[in-house]
C-alpha cells in the first residue's frame, strides 16, 4: 500500500539536518535536553507533519470502507458550518454527533462516521506527541486521499497503457498538496450551522459559501462534495450569470485529457474549504533530541 511515513529516527533526522545547514543554529550549541517544539527546524517539522498524515492514511486505507461520497459528503457538511462574522462552526467535527446527521437528514452517514473513528484511534495510538488526532483532521485527511485518487485517475484512465498513464501522470498531473493538520473538534453539536444540502435551491447553497467566506464559484468547483456532481451543477446554472461561467468551465476542462483548471480550482477550493474554523499545525508535533556534535580534537 502507499505510505506517507519518512523512515529514520528523530535523532538522525535532526543531525543530518544540522549536517546540512550553511551553519549551526544556535539551538545546537545547548548541551543536553531536546529541541522543543516551537524551534523544532523546518525539516523536522516537515518529518513529524509527514509523518502523523501517513498514520491516518495507513489506517483509513484499512478502515474506512464508505463510499468516496459518504466522506466527502460529511467533509461538506462539517466544513461549510463556518460562519466568517460569528467566527462558529467550520471545520471541527461536530458532524459525528448523531444529532447533526440527524438535522442534515443524513443518518444513512453514521457508518462513515464510525468507520473513521475507528481509523482515529488506531493513528493516534501511533502518534509521539502526547496527543490525540482530532476527527476533524481524520475526516479532511481520509477526503484528501480519496480525492487525490479520484483525481489522478480522472487523468491516467484516458491513456491507453500503464507506462502511458504514468508519463501522463507525470507531465500533467495537478499538483494536489495535502491540507495543514492540526484541527480541534467542537465538544458539542451545532446543527444550526450546517450547510444546505443537495436539495436546497441553488441560492441557498450559494449563500452558505459566502457566510464562510468562501467565493461561490467555490460551490461549482466542490459540486461533488454538495452531492451528486452533475445534479448540483445543473441547479447552479439555474442561478444564471457567473455561475453559468464557472460551471461551464468545469465541464469543459473535465473533457480534456489534463482536466488542469478543473482540477487546480478544485485543490485551491478544497484547502480553503478545510481551513475554515482553524489550524494549530504544532498540534502533533514533539520534540527530538538534540544532535551531538564531535569533540575538538
Not at 442534515?104 to 502518534?127: H, M, N, P, T, Y
Not at 496527543?131 to 479520484?150: G, I, M, P
Not at 443537495?198 to 466542490?222: K, Q, S, T, Y
Not at 483548471?261 to 498540534?283: E, I, P, R
Request: proline share 7%; net charge neutral; hydrophobic share 40%.
Amino acid at each position: 500500500g502507499r505510505r506517507a511515513v519518512v523512515g529514520g529516527g528523530a535523532g538522525s533526522a535532526a543531525l543530518a539536518l544540522l549536517l546540512g545547514a550553511p551553519g549551526a543554529p544556535a539551538w545546537a550549541e545547548a548541551p543536553g535536553g531536546d529541541i522543543p517544539v516551537a524551534r523544532l527546524p523546518r525539516g523536522a517539522v516537515l518529518q513529524e507533519t509527514t509523518e502523523a498524515r501517513g498514520y491516518v492514511m495507513e489506517a483509513a486505507e484499512k478502515l474506512v470502507t464508505a463510499p468516496d461520497a459518504d466522506v466527502l459528503n460529511l467533509l461538506y457538511l462539517d466544513a461549510l458550518s463556518y460562519d466568517k462574522e460569528r467566527k462558529v462552526g467550520g471545520c471541527n467535527g461536530s458532524i459525528r454527533f448523531p444529532e447533526e446527521l440527524k438535522a442534515a437528514g443524513r443518518e444513512d452517514l453514521k457508518a462513515a462516521v464510525q468507520q473513521i473513528e475507528k481509523a482515529r484511534k488506531e493513528a493516534s495510538a501511533r502518534l509521539r506527541s502526547g496527543n490525540e488526532f482530532s476527527f476533524a483532521d481524520c475526516l479532511v485527511l481520509t477526503a484528501f486521499y480519496r480525492l487525490r485518487s479520484f483525481l489522478r485517475n480522472e487523468v491516467t484512465s484516458r491513456a491507453p497503457t500503464e507506462d502511458d498513464a504514468k508519463i501522463l501522470l507525470a507531465a500533467y498531473g495537478s499538483p494536489f498538496p495535502p491540507p495543514r493538520i492540526g484541527r480541534t473538534d467542537a465538544g458539542a453539536p451545532a446543527p444550526e450551522l450546517l450547510p444546505p444540502g443537495p436539495d436546497a435551491p441553488a441560492e441557498d447553497i450559494l449563500a452558505a459559501f459566502v457566510r464562510a467566506g468562501m467565493i461561490e464559484g467555490n460551490a461549482a468547483a466542490l459540486a461533488n462534495m454538495i452531492g451528486d456532481r452533475d445534479a448540483v451543477e445543473a441547479k447552479l446554472r439555474e442561478v444564471g450569470g457567473k455561475m453559468n461561467y464557472y460551471v461551464d468551465k468545469y465541464i469543459k476542462s473535465r473533457r480534456e485529457v489534463t482536466q488542469t483548471t478543473y482540477q487546480v480550482d478544485y485543490s485551491n477550493a478544497f484547502l480553503k474549504l478545510t481551513s475554515l474554523g482553524g489550524v494549530d499545525t504544532s498540534k502533533y508535533l514533539y520534540p527530538v533530541p538534540r544532535p551531538s556534535l564531535p569533540k575538538k580534537l
